[in-house]
């Protein structure tokens, strides 16, 4: 996968998701997605290529960065809790919208229940 298109569809996804909001705390050279205030998605170029840096479950993501090459511990972030996606050969679109969507159910899960845009036990089993 291209470096235009990881970041391009990463961002498509998250228009997609309900809550979802598109921040600029760190200035215009990064991009970061939040669910009810809450980081879900960050985006930048700042290391030299597109990259998108997401949540992931401790055992997922140890999984995913030994499965795929592409994919290193979070860039500036937890290492247990995030991953960080580059492009490349091994990343599929299809991956990278799962990831998406994994990234912003584990923050949804953390929010109380009233402010949750979804019911993430359930929330896009039917795609």
């Known amino acids: 996968m291209q470096e235009a298109e990881l970041a391009a569809l990463a961002a498509r996804r998250t228009e997609e998701l309900p809550g979802s909001e598109l921040t600029h705390p760190f200035g215009e050279d990064w991009e970061v997605w939040k ?33 795929h090459p592409d994919v290193t511990p979070g860039y500036h972030m937890n290492k247990k809790h ?24 584990l923050v949804v899960e953390g929010l109380p229940r009233r402010q949750r845009p979804v019911d ?4 896009g089993r039917d795609r």
């Open 35 to 67: 669910v009810r205030g809450r980081v879900f998605m960050l985006q930048t170029e700042i290391t030299g290529e597109s990259i998108v840096i997401l949540k992931a479950a401790p055992e997922d993501g140890k999984a995913l960065r030994e499965a």
């Open 120 to 123: 993430p036990a359930t929330f």
């Open 82 to 105: 995030w991953i960080t996606v580059h492009p490349g050969d091994t990343i599929e679109p299809g991956l990278v919208e799962d990831l998406v969507t994994e990234s912003y159910l």
